[in-house]
C-alpha cells in the first residue's frame, strides 16, 4: 500500500535518506536520461533537476501514485524492465536500483546488472542502494534488516563480487546514518 508505505519510509528518515542519495552519489544533472528499475511511487524524482525520468515498478498502486504525484515529470510504467521495453529508449546517462537487489537472487541480480549495463550509454552510472549485514553491526541493525521483505539482503563482499561481474569499475560506500532507526545501507556506483 504505497502511503503506508510512504509514511513508513518518512518515519524512519527516508526523505531526508533519499536527499543525501540523489544529492551525493547519483548526482544528476539537467537532461540526463534516467532509468529507475522498480522504481515504486518515484519519489527520487522530487530531488532531480529537469531530467527524462522513465520508471518501471510492477506494482500497480505504486505507478498509479506516481503518475498522479509527478504527472510531466517522468513516465511511468506497471511493467518488468525487460530489453524488449528499453529498445524503445536511447541509452541512459543513469540507471537506479533503489532497494531493488536484496530482493533478487544470485542469478536474477546479474540479469537486472546486464540490463542496466546494456542500457547505459558509454561512460553512465548504475546506482544501487540496499540493506547490508557487516561485521561488527548492531543487534538492532541486524534484526530490523532480517526483518526486510527482501529474502537476499547480502553483506558488503557478496554485493561486490556480484557488481563485479558485470561491471568493471565499482565504488561502494557503506551508510549507517540514512535513517533514524539502526540500519546499514551499501551504495554502489558502477560506471559501463
Known sequence: IPYLYLAYRNMVGGKRATSTF????????NRDKVLDIGCGPADTIEYFPNVDYVGFDSNP???????IRYKGRGHFFCESVNQATLEKFEPFDLVLAVGVLHHLDDNDSLSLLELAHKALKKGG?????????????????QFIISQDRGRFVRKKEEYLKLVSKVFMSVESCLRHDLWRIPYTHIIMKCTK
Open 22 to 29: 540523489v544529492k551525493e552519489y547519483v548526482q544528476p544533472k
Open 61 to 67: 498502486a505504486y505507478i498509479d501514485l506516481a503518475k
Open 125 to 141: 552510472r548504475l546506482i544501487t542502494y540496499d540493506g547490508c549485514y557487516v561485521e561488527g553491526q548492531s543487534r538492532i541493525a
